[in-house]
């Protein structure tokens, strides 16, 4: 009986999670587990080399290198053959948020909403109770939630 799979980190929910072709009433679908596209997101969008991603996603390099491999070859399948794509499952925990005081600086992380977290706006700093805060994200501080908040509004584009 083969080993179980590691848990890959995501840092995000997608924002949309089936694709269908146009025009098409396509019964056949591929499914893209989460951390296959969290893998496509690293590699092929962020441009991040193997070892950042697989770091990144708490794997071994050849773990990641067997998810990315898998997710290529679905998408291309999909778009080949015109099937659907549904986005969900997998093998997966989401990453912490990381958020900044606006009054004190003090950093702090807080676990993602969807394991029973608050939202952004319910947090207050646990150092002064200030309810101004920025997410940390890559190094920079969103006022909106970071780029790809789950509302979908996309990045607010004030970086400090």
Same mark, same amino acid.
């Given at each position: 009986m083969p080993r179980k799979r590691c848990c890959g980190k995501i840092e995000q929910m997608p924002c949309?999670?089936?694709?269908?072709?146009e025009g098409e009433l396509s019964t056949s679908n591929v499914e893209l587990f989460l951390e296959e596209l969290e893998a496509l997101r690293l590699k092929d969008v962020a441009e991040l080399d193997q070892t950042a991603c697989s770091l /990144?996603?708490?794997l071994s390099r050849t773990t990641f290198q067997r998810i990315l491999n898998s997710a290529r070859r679905k998408v291309a399948l999909a778009l080949l053959e015109g099937q659907s794509i549904s986005i969900e499952g997998g093998n997966y925990i989401m990453q912490n948020r990381t958020?900044?005081?606006v009054d004190c600086a003090h950093q702090w992380e807080e676990k993602p909403c969807t394991l029973g977290g608050k939202h952004g706006y319910e947090i207050a700093c646990p150092a002064c109770g200030s309810?101004?805060?920025? /997410?940390?994200?890559?190094?920079?501080?969103h006022a909106c939630g970071g780029k790809d908040h789950e509302h979908g509004h996309g990045c607010c584009g004030n970086h400090q």
């Open positions: 949309c999670r089936r694709f269908i072709p /990144k996603m708490g958020f900044e005081c309810m101004k805060k920025s /997410k940390v994200e890559n190094g920079s501080k």
